[in-house]
Every structure is written in structure tokens, then in C-alpha cells.
């Protein structure tokens, strides 16, 4: 409800013309020429005079840095740390579902707990060192109903100071000095009705209103609207969503079979963009360097023949390994990556020359990780030259700056072994994008594929629906994880 303030200005003929209101030079208004030109300002309730509580702009920005910024993000941390199970073992006990997701899902995680921290940081904001300069401190006899309303007269005398600053010039320009003196006491009002003892709360409200008043009807062409606030909103909320995709998070879809059983044709991924240090836009360069990634890691990169193709496998050697391949079974440094056959299953690719895919369905244990991979017997990529011991490749030396990376479908994969003319190669690190998190929509040639939705892309393994008859032997070989699963030095 408006009150008087909505009505013309009843301020006295006669009134002063002050010579600087709220940091707003006022000489004489050529509308209101009985104003002396040489007239001092009445304090101000904006000012010292006020009782207004000193605040530094420094320490403002410091506190909401401090404890809004960097606090919440160490917090956060910290727990994703303490959380996260060591290295090469197996989340177990009352704490492992929780290990085993902070794992494999370690951004939506500390997303989540960076929101929890934010707001019991808030809930304590008014007890924080510094406090006093971004919030100032509210009245000990407040009564709970009515903190909102005198942290809102607090913002609002703060919005009048910063336009009165900001648009100075042209208040004294289009204000009377009677509007002005009539802004002026009202706005004194309100500080005084804060600062009254005892609390006369209905006293408060109204001066409140009256202020609210004030400043809508004196300042309100200065004041943001309410589409303009939106439209801010919006923008920032597109800015944040380009920043995150820049840095910490991007969606990609699979279009091919390559990653089979561990990612499928029209899964939907969120990447991690913060893992290995979060790329600058436009240049080769990070803002920390956190390589390389580690053994097991599934990560997006640039295909280095054709930057301009985003391909997704899984890193198998870093700078410095031998590698080697048998049958599609990996070797480094000499040592063959362990494996735990779980049996037979088959997929239909109805965009491949071969529709039906047969074949062998592995566990492999590479450093952390323990992650299913196909060796598709109907491919004919890698046939057994009659040794039984499948088709060898290599020897590969991984060169500096680089990871050679393997597909899940081993026999259905274009990736490290084959790039260069048959030659191999690997990823440069400048190439690589991050680190695959866990699916967040799959869509086949049935329509949306609901048992995909969440799943993992690293941490604990999951079979295919389509094999579930398997479920006995794929447990047992998660459960017999062998001791060691790093290679040696070459």
C-alpha cells in the first residue's frame, strides 16, 4: 500500500536547497528560485551523521570472496577427498555406495556440496569476520517476522546511495529541491525508525513503506525494472552455462559403437572439462595442467587427424609405456593388463554391415579401474593367425605430451592402433577434452533407453541388460580383482 509519498510533495515553500545531498551536488533549481545558491546540507541519513555503521568496500568484496567463493569451494574439496576411496581398492563397508559415487560422479557431487556449504554459510552470514561490511549488523530485539523486512530497508538505503552517487548529476537536474529534501526525510525516517530503542515495529513498517514509496516515485527511473532484472538474469544465467561449458562440464552424444558395453549408440554424456585443468578458449593452454590422465580414465579429445571430430575412448598407456596389443588384449611394459572373462553376449547394429555382433565379454583391471570390454568374434579385424594366441601389434612407444587410448569394443574400435596409416599415434594432451562422467539420457532405435539414464562411465562396471543371465560370473570376477593392476616400468 502507498502512502503519502505516492501523493505530489508536500514539502514546505521555503525549504533550503542543501548544497550536497547524499554525495549529490544541489545549487539553487531554476524551478525553486527562493533556494539560496550557498545553502548547507541537513545531515543526511546516508551519512556518518546517521549513526550509519562504517563499512570498507574492500573488505565487502573480501568477505563475499572469502566465505561465498573460496570457502565453499575448499569445503567442498576437502570432503570429495575424504570421500574418495585410495587408490586401487574397492569401496566396501557403510561408506562404500558413497565412495563409489563420489568416484565415479565427483562434479555433480561437489556441485551438491558446494550448494550445501553455500547455504549454511548463509544461514551464519551475519556472525562471519567482515560481516558487518557487506551486512550491517541487524538489531538484537528483532522479533524472527520482521529480520526480512529490516534486512530489506537495509538493501533499500543501500540502492538509494548507489544511485544517488551513480546518477548525481542528473538527480540535481530533474529533482526539485524540495523532491530532494522530500527523498531526503523520508530516507531519514527509515534509519532513525532502524535505529529507534525501544523497537516500535509498526513505526518501522510504515517508514519503510514510505521510503519504498519515496524512492519509486523520486528515483524509480533509475531503479532497474523488472524486465530489466529478468533480462539480467537471463544473460548472467547464459553466461554461467557458456563459463561451466568452457570449463567444468560439457554434454556430448555417442554416435558410435566403439566404447560397447561400456557406452552405448545414443547415450548422452556429461564430460568433466575440469579434471585435467580446464582449457583457455581459443588456445592450447590450461589454467593448471593435471596431466596426464590416469590408466583406465574414458576421456573425449580431439581426433588428432581431424581436430575437428570429437572421439571418446579409454586411455590405456601414458608418456613413456610400451605398448602392446594380442588378440586385442593389452600389454605395457611388458606386463598384460589382467582380464576375467565373464562369457558370451551378443548386440544388434542395424547401421553396421554386420548386424549381429557376437563375441566375449571381458572384465579388465587397469590401475582403479575394473570396466567390461567386447572382443566381437564377427568383425574379422584381429583374426588368430593360428597360434592361438590372436593377432599381435606393436611394438608402440607413447612419446611426451601424449596418452594412447583403446576402445571398450576392442575389435570394432578405431583408435591409438590404427591411426597415421596403420601406424598408430597417440592423443596429445592439448587435444584432450575431459573425462567422461555418466549418462544422462540414451535414446536407441527404440526410443528412449530408461535403463541408461545415470549410469556411470567409470567407477563400478555395469553389464548390459541384455546380459543379465551373466550377472554370477561378472560379480565373481569383480570380486577376485587381482592384487596388482599397474604396470611396471618398461
Known amino acids: 500500500m502507498k502512502t503519502e509519498e505516492s501523493r505530489p510533495s508536500a514539502a514546505r515553500d521555503g525549504s533550503q536547497d542543501p548544497a550536497r545531498t547524499n554525495g549529490v551536488a544541489a545549487p539553487a533549481d531554476s524551478r525553486d528560485p527562493a533556494a539560496p545558491a550557498d545553502a548547507k546540507s541537513t545531515a543526511s541519513p546516508l551519512s556518518p551523521d546517521a549513526a550509519q555503521p562504517k563499512r570498507s568496500r574492500i573488505l565487502k568484496v573480501a568477505y563475499w570472496i572469502l566465505w561465498f567463493g573460496l570457502l565453499p569451494i575448499v569445503l567442498a574439496s576437502l570432503a570429495i577427498w575424504a570421500l574418495s576411496p585410495s587408490s586401487g581398492s574397492e569401496p566396501a563397508g557403510a561408506l562404500g555406495w558413497l565412495q563409489s559415487v563420489v568416484r565415479s560422479q565427483p562434479v555433480p557431487v561437489g556441485i551438491v556440496l558446494f550448494t550445501v556449504f553455500e547455504v549454511a554459510l548463509w544461514a551464519v552470514r551475519h556472525d562471519l569476520p567482515f560481516a558487518r561490511h557487506a551486512h550491517p549488523p541487524l538489531r538484537a530485539d528483532l522479533l524472527p517476522s520482521t529480520r526480512a523486512s529490516f534486512e530489506r530497508a537495509q538493501s533499500l538505503l543501500d540502492e538509494a546511495e548507489m544511485i544517488l552517487t551513480t546518477h548525481e ?8 529541491s524540495r523532491e530532494r529534501d522530500k527523498l531526503r526525510e523520508d530516507l531519514k525516517g527509515l534509519r532513525e525508525a532502524m535505529d529507534r530503542v525501544p ?22 527511473r533509475w531503479r532497474k525494472s523488472e524486465v530489466r532484472e529478468y533480462i539480467e538474469a537471463i544473460l548472467m544465467a547464459v553466461a554461467v552455462a557458456f563459463a561451466l561449458r ?26 568433466n572439462k575440469f579434471s585435467y585443468g580446464p582449457a583457455i578458449p581459443f588456445s592450447h593452454a590450461r589454467l593448471w595442467n593435471s596431466m596426464p590422465p590416469k590408466r583406465g580414465d574414458v576421456i573425449v579429445f580431439a581426433f588428432p587427424e581431424h581436430p575437428e571430430q570429437d572421439f571418446i575412448k579409454r586411455v590405456v598407456a601414458v608418456e613413456g609405456d610400451k605398448l602392446e596389443a594380442r588378440g586385442g588384449h593389452p600389454i605395457i611394459n611388458g606386463w598384460e593388463v589382467p582380464s576375467c572373462r565373464v562369457g558370451t553376449w ?58 594412447w587410448v583403446m576402445g571398450d569394443n576392442r575389435n570394432n574400435s578405431h583408435d591409438s592402433r590404427m591411426w597415421f596409416g596403420g601406424q598408430g599415434g597417440g592423443v596429445p594432451f592439448e587435444n584432450i577434452r575431459g573425462r567422461a562422467l555418466f549418462v544422462w539420457l540414451s535414446v536407441s532405435d527404440n526410443g ?35 592384487r596388482s593392476s599397474l604396470p611396471g616400468s618398461p
Not at 454 to 470: D, H, T, Y
Open 169 to 176: 548529476k542528473a538527480i540535481v537536474r530533474d529533482l526539485t
Open 246 to 271: 568452457a570449463f567444468v562440464i560439457e554434454a556430448f552424444k555417442i554416435p558410435s559403437g566403439s566404447m560397447i558395453p561400456t557406452l552405448m549408440v545414443g547415450d548422452h554424456i556429461f564430460v
Open 199 to 220: 523497537f516500535d515495529q509498526p513505526g518501522f513498517i510504515d517508514a519503510l513503506e514510505r521510503a519504498d514509496g519515496a524512492i519509486d516515485i523520486r528515483l524509480g
Open 346 to 403: 551378443a548386440y544388434s547394429d542395424y547401421d553396421s554391415p554386420i548386424s549381429r555382433h557376437a563375441g566375449d565379454l571381458y572384465v579388465e583391471y587397469l590401475g582403479t579401474e575394473s570396466y567390461l570390454t567386447f572382443y566381437d568374434r564377427a568383425s574379422g579385424y584381429f583374426p588368430d593367425p593360428g597360434d592361438g594366441q590372436g593377432h599381435y601389434q606393436g611394438p608402440y612407444f607413447v612419446k611426451k605430451g601424449e596418452v
Open 448 to 482: 528412449m533407453d530408461w535403463s541408461r539414464e545415470g549410469a556411470p562411465v567409470m567407477g563400478r562396471a555395469r553389464l548390459p541388460p541384455s546380459a543379465k543371465e551373466l550377472e554370477p560370473q561378472f560379480e565373481q570376477c569383480l570380486k577376485n580383482r587381482p
